[in-house]
C-alpha cells in the first residue's frame, strides 16, 4: 500500500485533488475545474484514491423546481488522506502545488491575450518577412558546421575520472 501511495502522488491531478479536498468536500465538475485535468484523468484519479483508501464519496443533493431531487456524488479527504496531505504540507509540495497552477493560469491568461494579438494583428503577420535566418536567400545553409561536427567522444566515454576515482 505504501508504495502505491507513493506512485499515486506521482500521477498527474493527484497532489491537486487532495490538497483541494483539503478542507470541505466537492463535486467533480468543481475538482475538475480546480485541479485542471482531463475528465478521464479525473476519474482515474478518484477511482485510485478511493481504491487507496485517501479519498471516499458520499451522495449529495440538489435541489430543483417542485422540490425535485438529483443526487451528485461529493469527494471527501479520508484520515489516511489527511496524513499524506500533512506531510506534503510539511514538504512545501502543497504551497509548491499552488504556485505551479497559478503559474499556470497566468500563461493561460498571456496565451489568451497573445491569441488575440495575433488575430487583430495578422495583416501585420501576413506582411512580415518570411526568413530562415540559417540559410541565404539562394538557400544555402549559413550554419557553421565545423560546431555541429564537432568530436565530443571522450567526453561520452563509460564512466568519468571522478567515476573510477570513487570505485578504488
Same mark, same amino acid.
Given at each position: ?6 506512485? *499515486? ?8 485533488? /487532495? @490538497?483541494?479536498?483539503?478542507? +470541505? ?9 480546480? @485541479? ?25 443533493? +440538489? ?11 461529493? *469527494?471527501?479527504i479520508t484520515e489516511?488522506?489527511?496524513? @499524506? /496531505? ?8 502543497? *504551497? ?16 489568451? #491575450? ?5 488575430? +487583430? ?9 518570411? @526568413? ?24 561520452? #566515454? ?11
Amino acid at each position: 500500500m505504501v508504495k502505491a501511495i507513493s506512485g *499515486y502522488l506521482d500521477r498527474s491531478g493527484s497532489i491537486g485533488i /487532495l @490538497v483541494n479536498l483539503k478542507n +470541505d468536500s466537492k463535486r467533480f465538475n468543481e475538482l475538475k475545474e480546480l @485541479v485542471g485535468v482531463s475528465p478521464s484523468t479525473l476519474t482515474k484519479r478518484l477511482d485510485e484514491g478511493q481504491e487507496l483508501g485517501v479519498i471516499t464519496t458520499r451522495l449529495g443533493k +440538489d435541489e430543483y423546481e417542485r422540490d425535485q431531487r438529483a443526487v451528485h456524488h461529493e *469527494y471527501m479527504i479520508t484520515e489516511r488522506g489527511l496524513v @499524506v /496531505l500533512d506531510q506534503i504540507e510539511k514538504f512545501d509540495i502543497m *504551497y509548491r502545488y499552488r504556485q505551479l497552477r497559478e503559474a499556470e493560469q497566468q500563461l493561460d491568461e498571456g496565451l489568451d #491575450e497573445m491569441h488575440e494579438w495575433i488575430e +487583430d494583428n495578422s495583416d501585420q503577420l501576413a506582411r512580415a518577412e518570411d @526568413v530562415n535566418p540559417t540559410r541565404k536567400a539562394s538557400g544555402e545553409d549559413i550554419t557553421d558546421s565545423s560546431e555541429s561536427e564537432r568530436d565530443y567522444s571522450e567526453h561520452m #566515454e563509460k564512466g568519468s575520472d571522478h567515476e573510477n576515482d570513487s570505485k578504488r
